[in-house]
Every structure is written in C-alpha cells, then in structure tokens.
C-alpha cells in the first residue's frame, strides 16, 4: 500500500502562514510515503515568492519526506511579459525543481507528473505530444499489478466548477491526451487548478476515458477561496489499482481535520464508492461533493 498526500495550488504570496504551518505540521506527523504537489506554488512567480516556497519545500524534504512537484500556470509571470515568453518557467527551475515531467516509482505505484503551465494561455493549460508520447512510454515499462497514477495541474477533462453546474474549460488537446491516458493505463488522474474537491470516475465525464478515477484537489494554503470551499488536501491509501480509500483533510479555523472517508472500488465496470465511517460536520460541503463518483 502506498500513503501519498496530494496538494495543490499552494500560491505563496497569497497564502496565510497558520494554514501553511499546520499542513507541514500535519505531514511531518503522518509522514506519507509520498507527497505530490500539482502546481501554483506561487500567486504570480516572483522571486520571493518562489524563495518562501523553495524555503517550505526544503523543511518538508529535510524532514525525510520524499516529494514529487510540477508546476501550474501561477508559476509562470504574468505581467513580466519578456520573462513569460522568453523563459516562463525559468525560476520555478531555480527554485523548485529542474525537472518539469517528474517520475517516481516504488513497489505499489508509478508516477508520473506532467507540466501543463503554458505561456500563451494564461491560466489554461495544455499537453502535446511529445508529453503523451511520454506518458505512454513511461507506463509501458510498468509492472501490471502497480498502480499507474498521472499528475497535471490543470484537470484532463472539463469540471464542475460552480454550484449551478456550469463546467470549465478541459485541457488542451484534452481528447487526445485522454485517449493517451487511457492507452497508458492510468488508474488514478490527480490534479489541482480550481481550487475545488472533487471526485469522479473518468467514464462519466468522458464516454471513452479508460477506467481512471479522477481526484481533485482544492487549495492546500491559500487565501483565495472559491465556492467558499475551505483550504484542503487528499489523503490517499493505494491499496491496489482498483482499491483506494481518499480522505479530505480540510482547515477547520485551528487546524486540519478529516472530512470525508470514503472508499472506492473498481468492480471491473465501474468505480463503486461508500463512506468508510460518518465525516464530522467540519468542511461537510467538501466531503458531500468530494465523497461520490
């Protein structure tokens, strides 16, 4: 089984320093055997901003915690125009990490992280093809019974972003990239960007997606809410590829605490869902809309 923690949209220098404390807190205690972060780590790419996140990633990596990062489309300037084109993510390379398409694997689960912050688009994102081409070939090399999981900042399909079910825009080229993704085996589909939980077999969002279970994650630290959902992350036991049990660990005002407990299980159509237990009232928005696929 792996433990991983999932995080996302972080945005150092619109962040509040409690809830980044009591998240590096609750990680160091619980010590997952991984944590992925999908991107933001800044709320518009300066240099101090990079610094503090830099800063907060080495305490985490200091205390023996192994990470796997990429970036979002926050951590490319905004209004620095001649830095956005000419090198974008140049001090997320500086800073966080060098590479953009990271890879991890151990004796559960395999990895892989792909960078879908884009100059041009803004706050969009999109993946090519040579990064699907990737995709294929890095899970290609896995072993069947491990679990394939592909981390992007911004979601592969198009999500409910509103209480009136209004959907955002997918990723870039997201018809080919499903189809990569479905070609590759992805069992999990793990991303950021709307600062929203949610969950979602891939099949009832696009009808020929393969058999991932999409999990989104809201905002782990910053202070720009939306949907007044409160700051979040994902707190995943990978007991096997059609196995997972995904809890929402949710700010409550003094710390973080469990919202939701639920259980998914793929029956070989379909990912099936149930609460592992009774959530506490705290974050119950985010664990009604998070706790179904």
Known sequence: MARIAHLSDIHFGAHDPRIVDAATAWLEERRPDLIVISGDFTQRARVEQFKAASAWLNRLRAAGLKTLVIPGNHDVPLYDVVRRFAAPLERYKRYISHDLCPFYEDEAVAIL????????????????????????????????????????????????IGRGGELSEAVGQHEDAIQAACEAGVHLALAGHFHRTYAQAARKMVERSGGALVIQAGTATSTRLRNAEPQSFNWLHVRRHNEIEVQVIVWDGAGFQRASHVDYRHDGQDWQSHDVDDPPTVGEDVARRAGRA
Not at 126 to 137: G, K, P, S, T, W
Not at 144 to 154: A, C, D, E, F, S
């Open 113 to 160: 992280g792909l960078n879908t912050a884009r100059s041009l688009t803004i706050k969009d994102g999109r993946i090519n093809h040579d990064q699907m081409d990737m995709l294929r070939a890095r899970f290609a090399a896995v072993p069947p019974g491990k679990t394939r999981i592909l981390v992007t900042h911004h979601p592969l399909f198009a999500m409910p």
